[in-house]
């Protein structure tokens, strides 16, 4: 369903989660007011989403390999990220709290993260067709050297309450 127009009568719910989605919503503030609109009063609207320090290893890692891959078109974090999300939120609801998840991945195997690489958004896959095995002899590599690469996780979630008079 499109959250820029949700087919629920006003107060239908106590809560609203949006999980890592805002950043590809076109209109947020049109979005965020329909569902401030579905809240009932009192209701908590919950949306997560990641900075801009988030995974930045695996962004490194590619560029060291080849400095013109890039993993994704769009900054997403730029669009609506833990170090704007707050001030766009509050400008629908009247308080607002942001809450980090201290998290970190450990990887000791490549392939997973060879995976992951190839199923992001940027040109990676065209950049890294003709040279798979090179670059997954990079990652083990990598690995080795260190026993594990640790990936910085920067995700949280935005606790919203109340409405903003409009």
Sequence with gaps: EDCQKLSYDPDSFDGVIANHVLFYVKNLVKALR???????PGGIF????????HMKEITLLVQEFD????????????????????AVLEEVFEKVEKVIY??????????????????????????????QLEFKRFLRKKIR????????????VFVCRGYRQQ
């Design 145 to 156: 050297e260190k026993g594990g690469l640790t990936i910085t996780k920067m995700a949280g």
């Design 67 to 86: 400095p013109r891959i890039t993993l994704s078109q769009v900054a997403l974090y730029e669009l609506f990220g833990l170090e704007n999300g707050q």
């Design 46 to 53: 919950y949306c997560s989403t990641y900075g801009k320090e």
């Design 102 to 131: 201290d998290d970190q991945l450990v990887v000791d195997e490549a392939e997973p993260l060879l995976d992951y690489i190839l199923s992001c958004h940027g040109n990676q896959s065209e950049i890294l067709s003709q040279r």
């Design 34 to 40: 329909e569902i401030r609109r579905v809240l009932r």
